[in-house]
């Protein structure tokens, strides 16, 4: 279990020497900030990047998203579908040969979606997320999408690009639905649920058909965290994980320190380190704070070294 640092799409020295000084093994890029004018990324433009993160002594162990309009159609069964899946494979065929093992992506053409945010302690601004605001918001893909033609959809992408994965010795995740509730705009949000998750892993068993743990929002769900932890990651299906804590579980919730929320974090690092996980976990989101910046240094420092030092208690026994 490592601690990691991601978050941001440019892997420019200040960012690196950050994530070097406070510690970080591995970097996830968010959505990196690379050439793709054709809907596709291209081989050297990945390898530049593993390159210019090795070093600084660190392994770029994931990128997580491409930009949505590569594979919105693939999510949404739209005309240019087949063209999107053409590139995407090439995509993640140049992700894997470029020496990056793990892709995390999502199955939310509305990405995430927040309400107003709200002052949590002392002051700092957390994003929030109430249902009941959200569904008076209008429709963002010009009609009502049904849950059976999103599975079709997922389903049909599964089937065709984990073979693939598998080809290539990389492995592929998805990332749950934030928030997690039935629809937003028109559009299921699909991967809401536990039972969501063991329908997905099953719908190609393979080590490349995997879940991109975040679980921050698998806390959302009104589910149990502890359980749905404990279920994945004995089954080796957690890539890597977004170890972020919130208020509560839909309808309504806010982000919180990850020493503040309703979650206690280190029984979930119990249970990772129970099961011998070998991935490594990053912040993912945090409250702004005092004279942060825009990314949000100052709370990203705290929060990892939060996340070091409960690797180090569960590892010491306590």
């Known amino acids: ?12 020295p200040e960012y690196l020497e950050f994530a070097a000084q406070f510690g970080a093994t591995d970097i996830l890029l968010n959505t990196p ?24 002594g660190m392994k770029l162990s994931a990128l997580e998203n491409v930009p949505t309009s590569f594979y ?10 087949d063209g999107q899946i053409e590139n995407m494979i090439a995509t993640i065929r140049n992700i894997a040969r470029a020496g990056i093992p793990i892709f995390g992506y999502n199955w939310m053409p509305s990405n995430v979606w927040r309400t107003p945010p709200e002052v949590i302690r002392g002051g700092a601004i957390a994003t929030a997320f109430d249902n009941e605001f959200a569904q008076t918001l209008p429709l963002t893909h010009g009609r ?10 997922l389903e049909h992408w599964i089937k065709i690009i984990t073979p693939i994965a598998e080809e290539e010795g990389i492995r592929l995740g998805i990332h749950p639905c934030d928030p997690p509730v039935e629809t937003l705009g028109g559009v299921p949000q699909l991967m809401r649920s536990f039972d969501a998750y063991k329908r997905l892993i099953e719908i190609y068993p393979s080590e490349s058909n995997a879940i991109e743990f975040c679980q921050g929002t698998f806390s959302e769900m009104n589910e149990d965290i502890y359980e749905m932890i404990e279920y994945f ?11 972020r804590n919130v208020s509560g579980q839909v ?15 280190y ?14 976990f990053i912040d993912d989101h945090v409250p702004h704070t005092h004279e942060d910046t825009a990314w ?15 690797i180090e208690a569960v590892q010491k026994g306590g």
């Open 1 to 12: 279990m490592r601690p990691g640092f991601g978050q941001f799409k440019t892997a420019t």
């Open 33 to 56: 900030d690379l050439p793709g004018g054709n809907g596709r990324w291209e081989l050297r433009d990945l390898v530049k990047l593993r390159l210019s993160i090795e070093q600084w």
């Open 72 to 81: 919105e159609d693939i999510m949404l069964g739209g005309p240019e579908r």
């Open 144 to 153: 009502v999408y049904t849950e059976e033609e999103m599975w079709e959809n």
């Open 233 to 243: 990651v004995s089954r080796h299906k957690i890539l890597y994980v977004h170890f």
């Open 251 to 265: 309808p309504k919730f806010r982000e919180e320190f990850i020493n503040t929320g309703y979650v206690d974090m």
């Open 267 to 280: 029984r979930a690092m119990q249970i990772y380190d129970k099961h011998d996980f070998d991935g490594f």
């Open 296 to 310: 949000g240094h100052r709370g990203r420092a705290f929060a990892n070294g939060y996340i070091q030092a409960m």
